[in-house]
């Protein structure tokens, strides 16, 4: 249910508002908004009806249902687009589009390092680097862990840029968080629940990648067993679906971002990199994401894709990339957006 304070209700009437809906054994999300207050109250969908008796207290406009089955990510609770601040001034979800890149794994020190000075460089404002892969074979590169970690605090020492690593594993999200300024969960990972609620209760934002057999409800759904465990920093990614079609790795489900845009306040970002598997495609997809109202992106590069540990063939090197984000300027500015 939202409970819609009125304009200009006092402290004391939202706390006093937040105290009976924790009595009736729901919990409450204040969304502060630009005229006035709402609380999401989530909980046990079938006693719900209950909460409509907070109608008559001091304070409270009207008491309405959430037709959606995601809740707190839903528009319907928070009309306005969600920013959120991953550090002073660096905000995804407002003019600004936000590019996070680097390589998809971390492997040297050398690699990271120099990776990081060239994409910040071209105007990356996020490194981003896996330490822990989620391989489909277990044959394949798993990542340095910890060792990695430490070689994105290197690079984010080296350059200012804040750094963005997947966590895999429930155990591992203490240590990464650690490390991490953004923690990404994966595409195969998108409905580990016990790991998203792990997430719910950091204080550092989240970034979701949708799996590739995951619709937008499912992916908003696991965007609230976040937020309802309180963290509200998350951004959604789009990283292509699995489809009939070979000739890409996925499909880059691109009218995700518009349909999200409609359903959710959360601030959207594509991958190309893992929707078409191949680094020429790249720069056409970054151009169309932001045509299609994307946030940001997070583009895979690397200085020498030829020798890399992990997605080579979709890395774009760093002249490469220099390249397309200064084409990208151009489509920034028709969207109306900075960069
Ligand atoms: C990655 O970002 O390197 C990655 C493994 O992505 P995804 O989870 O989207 O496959
Ligand atoms: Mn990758």
Same mark, same amino acid.
């Given at each position: 249910m939202i409970i819609v304070m009125q304009q200009g209700a006092s402290r004391d009437e939202l706390a006093e508002v937040k105290k009976r809906i924790r009595d009736l054994g729901y919990k409450p999300h204040v969304i502060h908004g630009a005229t006035r207050n709402v609380i999401g109250a989530v909980g046990d /969908?079938? #006693? &719900?009806?209950?909460?409509?008796?907070? /109608?008559?207290?001091? #304070?409270?406009e009207n008491v309405v249902p959430i037709? &959606?089955?995601?809740k707190l990510a839903s528009r319907e609770v928070k009309p306005e687009p969600s920013e959120v601040e991953i550090a002073p001034g660096l905000v995804v979800g407002g003019k600004e589009l936000i590019v996070i890149a680097g390589p998809c794994s971390v492997e040297s020190e050398e690699q990271i390092v120099g990776t990081a000075k060239s994409v910040k460089q071209a105007g990356a404002k996020l490194l981003r680097g896996g330490a822990y892969k989620p391989r !489909?074979?277990?044959?394949?590169f798993q990542g340095m862990e910890e060792d990695g970690l430490k070689l994105l605090a290197t690079a984010r020492a080296e350059t200012g840029l804040p750094i963005v690593t997947e966590v895999v594993n429930p155990r591992d999200v203490e240590l990464v968080a650690r490390y991490a300024d953004v923690m990404q969960v994966g595409a195969r990972n998108v409905q580990n629940f016990a790991l998203l609620k792990m997430l719910g209760q950091l204080d550092k934002p989240i970034l979701l990648k949708r799996g590739m057999a995951t619709t937008i409800q499912e992916f908003l759904m696991s965007a609230e067993y976040i937020l309802s465990e309180g963290n509200q920093k998350v951004i959604l990614c789009e990283r292509g679906i699995r489809t009939?079609? !070979?000739? !890409?790795?996925? !499909?880059?489900?691109?009218?995700a971002v518009p349909v999200l845009k409609g359903q959710t306040h959360l601030p959207v970002i594509i991958d190309p990199s893992h929707a078409t598997g191949h680094a020429h495609l790249v720069p056409s997809m970054c151009y169309a994401s932001v045509a299609a109202g994307a946030d940001g992106l997070i583009v895979e590069v690397h200085p020498t894709p030829e020798t890399a540990a992990s997605d080579g063939p979709q890395s774009l090197r760093p002249a490469e990339f220099s390249a397309m984000m200064e084409k990208l300027t151009l489509f920034a500015s028709a969207a109306e957006r900075s960069l």
């Open positions: /969908e079938r #006693g &719900k009806s209950v909460l409509q008796s907070l /109608e008559s207290l001091p #304070g409270v037709l &959606k089955p995601f !489909t074979s277990p044959y394949s009939f079609e !070979t000739a !890409t790795r996925n !499909t880059l489900d691109i009218s």
